[in-house]
Structures are given as structure tokens and as C-alpha cells.
Antibody
Framework: EVQLLEFGGGLVQPGGSLRLSCVAS????????LNWVRQAPGKGLEWVSG????????YYADSAKGRFTISRDKSKNTVYLQMNRLRAEDTAVYYC?????????????WGQGTLVTVSS | DIQMTQSPSSLSASVGDRVIITCRAS??????VNWYQQKPGKAPKLLIY???SLQSGFPTRFSGSGSGTDFTLTISSLQPEDFATYYC????????FGQGTKLEIK
């Protein structure tokens, strides 16, 4: 069964850094783009960043550009989100999601999420 | 950037009701719309992809339609387990989600 497990959330001060990890299993890791989607408390879903299966191309929402970096390690079946210069408005549950490009580029599998809290 | 305007933001309905949720894109996006169901404290689940294809595991009372800029999600006869929040998403140019529709029991 396809699984995505996120790690690395926690409490961090404004201006600080955090690295999230998403470990994938039960599918050919390099065949799929992976994305990070976040959800602030009581709010809707916001796409944050994505990376192609090969890892050669990355994409960012405007809110993440210049502060967040997505990467992947095929030897560990893991995708990362390095988050720097964190702000209170980055507080959210961060989900890892797999993109299936065969149909409509939909997110067909999601992790359980990891909570990031930015507060002093 | 493509914007997705979803309506209504909340909806009260009864078991057995037919419910329609709409999503409008700020530009034509062909059929690159997906719908997700999210229950409290859980990750979203893919419900409909490419505007009208039903994801495995969901019952046929769920259906999607539309192309271009206007899309709908229809639940033909609400069941108790359908009360949740629904999101549309465009995947034509990167990704954008609608604001969500919270479906509550009347």
C-alpha cells in the first residue's frame, strides 16, 4: 500500500528554520512528482511546493519563494522541505502529496501531516 | 496565477438531499480540476480527478462535471458519512485550491 509519512514538525521561533521530511513507500519513487501542501489552523488548503520525479525541476508558491527549498533523495525515498526565515503565518499542518500525472495531475496519495508552529 | 472561486463556503443539508458545489476558474483550464474530501483532523482524500473521473473507493453518488472555467461536484443522495469539507483544485498551471465548502447536517 502506498504510504507517505511526514516528520520534522515542531515549535520554532520566528526567523528560525525547520526541515520537514516525507518518506515514501510502496511505489517507484522516481516515477512521481511530490508536493507539499499546508493548512493553517481552521483554514483551507494551500499548495506550497513541488518537485518532479527526477528532481531536476522544482516549483514554489509565491509565499514560499526565496525561503523554502524542496529536494528529494532517491536513495532514501524521501522528499524534504527546508524552511528558513519562518513567520507566524507559516504555522500550519504540512502534508506531503503524490502527484499522478496520468489523469489530471491530481494528488492521489497524502501523508498524515506534520504540524509546524511558529511562535515566540 | 489561476484563482479558483468555490461556492458555497458552507452548506446545511439533510440525509438524502442532492447537493451541488461549484468552482469557477479565473481562466480556462480545460478539465484540469480535481475534488478532495476532508474530514476533521484527517488528510484530504482525492474524490474526483480530471473533472469527472471518480477515484476508486468512493461511491457513485459522487459525480463531477464541467470544462473550461466552470465545474461542479454533485452528491446525488447525501449519506451521513458525506458530511465533510470539500475542496476543488486546479492542476492546469501548478496548483490552486478553492476556499472549501463545509457540508453540515441540517
Amino acid at each position: 500500500e502506498v504510504q507517505l509519512l511526514e516528520f520534522g514538525g515542531g515549535l520554532v521561533q520566528p526567523g528560525g528554520s525547520l526541515r520537514l521530511s516525507c518518506v515514501a513507500s510502496a511505489f517507484r519513487f522516481s516515477n512521481y512528482a511530490l508536493n507539499w501542501v499546508r493548512q493553517a489552523p481552521g483554514k483551507g488548503l494551500e499548495w506550497v511546493s513541488g518537485i518532479t520525479g527526477s528532481g531536476t525541476t522544482t516549483y514554489y508558491a509565491d509565499s514560499a519563494k526565496g525561503r523554502f527549498t524542496i529536494s528529494r533523495d532517491k536513495s532514501k525515498n524521501t522528499v524534504y522541505l527546508q524552511m528558513n526565515r519562518l513567520r507566524a503565518e507559516d504555522t500550519a499542518v504540512y502534508y506531503c502529496a503524490r502527484a499522478e500525472t496520468g489523469g489530471g495531475n491530481q494528488f492521489d496519495y497524502w501523508g498524515q501531516g506534520t504540524l509546524v508552529t511558529v511562535s515566540s | 496565477d489561476i484563482q479558483m472561486t468555490q461556492s458555497p463556503s458552507s452548506l446545511s443539508a439533510s440525509v438524502g438531499d442532492r447537493v451541488i458545489i461549484t468552482c469557477r476558474a479565473s481562466q480556462s483550464i480545460n478539465r484540469y480540476v480535481n475534488w478532495y474530501q476532508q474530514k476533521p483532523g484527517k488528510a484530504p482524500k482525492l474524490l474526483i480527478y480530471a473533472a469527472s473521473s471518480l477515484q476508486s473507493g468512493f461511491p457513485t453518488r459522487f459525480s463531477g462535471s464541467g470544462s473550461g472555467t466552470d465545474f461542479t461536484l454533485t452528491i446525488s443522495s447525501l449519506q451521513p458519512e458525506d458530511f465533510a469539507t470539500y475542496y476543488c483544485q486546479q492542476s492546469y498551471s501548478l496548483y490552486t485550491f478553492g476556499q472549501g465548502t463545509k457540508l453540515e447536517i441540517k
